[in-house]
């Protein structure tokens, strides 16, 4: 049971340290980046790039959420068989 404890929790890391990346890429990539700004992250110079890099992260995150949800119905099934041998008599 450690052993799916700590894939899970590797999931979880994989997913936050790609958050944590990519806004350090945003604030390196563009001078003007604030996610804390009223209307708009980014100036109106640095609007194209922004676009360009969200939609660079978002393919990234498509392939993440794809590896990511594929491990996690590993361990759900490593997890159903492990219950289920438990259960078994004898």
Same mark, same amino acid.
């Given at each position: 049971m450690n052993t799916v404890a700590e894939r899970l929790r590797n999931l979880v890391a994989e997913?936050?340290? *790609?958050?944590?990346?990519w806004e350090d890429?945003?604030?390196k990539d563009l001078p003007s980046? %604030?996610?804390n700004?009223?209307? *708009?992250?980014?100036d109106p110079a640095d609007e194209e790039s922004y676009y360009t890099l969200c939609a %660079?992260?978002?393919?990234?995150a498509r392939?993440?959420?794809h590896r990511v949800?594929?491990?996690i119905e590993a361990v759900a099934r490593e997890l159903t068989d492990t219950v289920a041998e438990a259960d078994q008599p004898g």
């Amino acid at each position: 049971m450690n052993t799916v404890a700590e894939r899970l929790r590797n999931l979880v890391a994989e997913v936050t340290t *790609f958050e944590e990346e990519w806004e350090d890429k945003f604030r390196k990539d563009l001078p003007s980046y %604030d996610p804390n700004r009223e209307d *708009f992250p980014v100036d109106p110079a640095d609007e194209e790039s922004y676009y360009t890099l969200c939609a %660079d992260r978002e393919a990234q995150a498509r392939d993440q959420l794809h590896r990511v949800t594929i491990s996690i119905e590993a361990v759900a099934r490593e997890l159903t068989d492990t219950v289920a041998e438990a259960d078994q008599p004898g």
